[in-house]
Nanobody
Framework: QVHLVQSGGGSVQAGGSLRLSCKAS????????MGWYRQVPGKEREMIVR???????IYDGSVKGRFTVSRANAENTLYLQMNNLKAEDTAVYYC??????????????????WGQGTQVTVSS
């Protein structure tokens, strides 16, 4: 599995902003799909945004227009910029990677894994 290390998160008041980072142990241009999920106690983990190589990000309706995902290939890092945060955004956030890019240089690259999770708390 790819090793994904998350940073960022924390506590903020409603309307505020936070940025999450997810640094991979491999070249992320070899990872076909990366995304962000979140989970609250008692509920299943849900996908909030998916970023596939060569495609436009796909956002869940609950975050569209407020959250922005970006890949910094030179840093092997996936970012999630979260603006206009709401109390209902409170959750543990996870980054995820899956699938291998179709290129010979990626043949032996591990591309599947999850970050360790980071807490985001939004107070109203």
């Amino acid at each position: 599995q790819v090793h994904l290390v998350q940073s960022g998160g924390g506590s903020v008041q409603a309307g505020g902003s936070l940025r999450l980072s997810c640094k991979a142990s491999v070249d992320i241009t070899c990872i076909a799909g990366m995304g962000w999920y979140r989970q609250v106690p008692g509920k299943e983990r849900e996908m909030i945004v998916r970023s596939n190589l060569g495609g436009s990000p796909i956002y869940d309706g609950s975050v569209k227009g407020r959250f922005t995902v970006s890949r910094a290939n030179a840093e092997n890092t996936l970012y999630l910029q979260m603006n206009n945060l709401k109390a209902e955004d409170t959750a543990v956030y996870y980054c995820q990677a899956g699938g291998r890019a179709m290129h010979s240089r990626c043949d032996n690259v591990r591309t599947d894994g999850w970050g360790q999770g980071t807490q985001v708390t939004v107070s109203s």
